[in-house]
């Protein structure tokens, strides 16, 4: 299918590496201006490689779980774009470990990168976007947020809360023309998966049908046509893309 793009103004979140950088150049790539957020200043490279390329970017150094850093930068951006019609909630850390022995240091910190940081994110940026009467929502979710996973409970909490919080903004902002989904990756190759010793990758691919990982540009797909023209008239839904995991 060839998707239709008009350019517009995208906001990726934990753009500077993995699956944000993937969405992140893969919407550049269709005329979008994309405003690269992250923590650290690895977004930066990610937006000067898609200027490199002479489409459009600029980044953002932001920490995406302070609610004050997140309203000022919204208040940057809106002053400067006006709205941003495309914003993927990406960003995500991970504190693993069984909840006998977490802290609520460890709790607290991945509920608040992973699930506040879309809050934040929506709140500042989506009157503007009411006001265009056209925006896409689309949160970045995972396998562990719809079956769970032992030593995860802080990453599949917020992952499912994102679901309820989807499902809700689609309900809410339908009647502006807005949409809300989430894409729940499986195990994709990134950084994080390359830590992973090869037994636990061999355990894994044992639970996945197709038998093999996926690749960020497998998530990049999902999320481009969600974004696009063609992806209107869907809002509400979480997209497992997972290799079959989730069966």
């Avoid at 490199?52 to 609610?67: C, E, I, N, R, T």
């Avoid at 802080?154 to 309820?164: D, E, I, Q, R």
Wanted: hydrophobic share 45%; proline share 2%; with cysteine.
């Amino acid at each position: 299918m060839h998707l239709t793009h008009q350019p517009r103004v995208a906001l990726v979140t934990g753009a500077g590496r993995g699956i944000g950088k993937a969405i992140a150049e893969r919407l550049a790539a269709h005329g979008h201006t994309v405003l690269c957020v992250s923590k650290s200043d690895t977004c930066v490279a990610v937006a000067q490689g898609i200027l490199d390329k002479g489409q459009k970017a600029k980044a953002y150094q932001v920490d995406v779980a302070d609610p004050v850093a997140v309203a000022k930068a919204c208040e940057q951006i809106i002053a400067e774009y006006g709205a941003v019609e495309i914003l993927v909630n990406n960003a995500g850390i991970t504190r693993d470990k069984l909840v006998m022995a977490m802290s609520e240091t460890e709790w607290n910190e991945v509920l608040s990168t992973n699930l506040s940081s879309a809050f934040y994110w929506v709140k500042g940026l989506v009157r503007p976007m009411t006001r265009k009467r056209w925006g896409r929502i689309i949160s970045i979710s995972s396998v562990t947020g719809v079956q769970g996973n032992a030593g995860q409970a802080n990453y599949a909490a917020a992952k499912a809360g994102l679901h309820g919080l989807t499902m809700t903004l689609a309900r809410e902002l339908s009647g502006r023309a807005i949409t809300a989904n989430a894409v729940a990756p499986g195990f994709i190759t990134t950084d994080m998966t390359a830590e992973l010793s090869d037994e636990i990758k061999q355990k894994i691919l044992s639970f996945i049908p197709l038998g093999r990982f996926g690749s960020v540009t497998d998530i990049a797909a999902m999320v481009d046509y969600l974004a696009s023209e063609e992806g209107g008239y869907i809002t509400g839904q979480v997209f497992s893309v997972d290799g079959g995991m989730a069966i």
